[in-house]
T-cell receptor, first 113, second 109 residues
């Protein structure tokens, strides 16, 4: 298994542009989590899905952020329009198994200028 | 109150030293506990789970104190390669995990 795969690894965009981050979770696991990490706030849970259904999106900062999981093997996090304060590393993660925590993707480093 | 609180450090220790980190949690119903390690510009990776009776993995010892609601990580004989940020992680029920902000460790030659 290739683990959790995220793309792109790096994204630099101008303020106001739409940004789409992608995640392919570990197959066979039915939960997926999107996190954002900044120096100031650490790792923040944005949203998580169970069986492709959003369970808790209370961490999504505002309406500019949206996430989808159309099937068990793919999820997107979209920011429209992007702002400089959205600059962060965005991780997706799936549970490794009961009692074994998460496996993270390598993250997308987003810079909005 | 935050679910999980950690001293951000930084901890700067010489090679060979013993260093310990604590992490407190607010929900007494928390069920699962972990320590993660995150290297600079990398994703967090599971270091070890924390079991009720405490557990050891080589130079690393993790302990859980339910009465005082904290977990700890002890690193003996620190190596340069131990330099990283250490995140404590707590799970209440289901699959939702709460991360501490991390403790930065630098091991100095």
């Amino acid at each position: 298994d290739a683990g959790v795969i995220q793309s792109p690894r790096h994204e630099v965009t101008e303020m106001g542009q739409e940004v789409t981050l992608r995640c392919k979770p570990i197959s066979g696991h039915n939960s997926l989590f999107w996190y954002r990490q900044t120096m100031m706030r650490g790792l923040e849970l944005l949203i998580y899905f169970n069986n492709n259904v959003p369970i808790d999106d209370s961490g999504m900062p505002e309406d500019r952020f949206s996430a989808k999981m159309p099937n068990a093997s793919f999820s997107t996090l979209k920011i429209q329009p992007s702002e400089p304060r959205d600059s962060a590393v965005y991780f997706c993660a799936t549970p490794t198994g009961t009692g074994y925590g998460y496996t993270f993707g390598s993250g997308t480093r987003l810079t909005v200028v | 109150r935050k679910e999980v609180e950690q001293d951000p450090g930084p901890f700067n220790v010489p090679e060979g030293a013993t260093v310990a980190f604590n992490c407190t949690y607010s929900n007494s119903a928390s069920q699962s506990f972990f320590w993660y390690r995150q290297d600079c510009r990398k994703e967090p990776k599971l270091l070890m789970s924390v079991y009720s009776s405490g557990n050891e993995d080589g130079r690393f010892t993790a302990q859980l104190n339910r009465a005082s609601q904290y977990i700890s990580l002890l690193i003996r004989d620190s190596k340069l390669s131990d330099s990283a940020t250490y995140l404590c992680v707590i799970s209440n029920t289901g699959n939702q995990f709460y991360f501490g902000t991390g403790t930065s460790l630098t091991v100095i030659p």
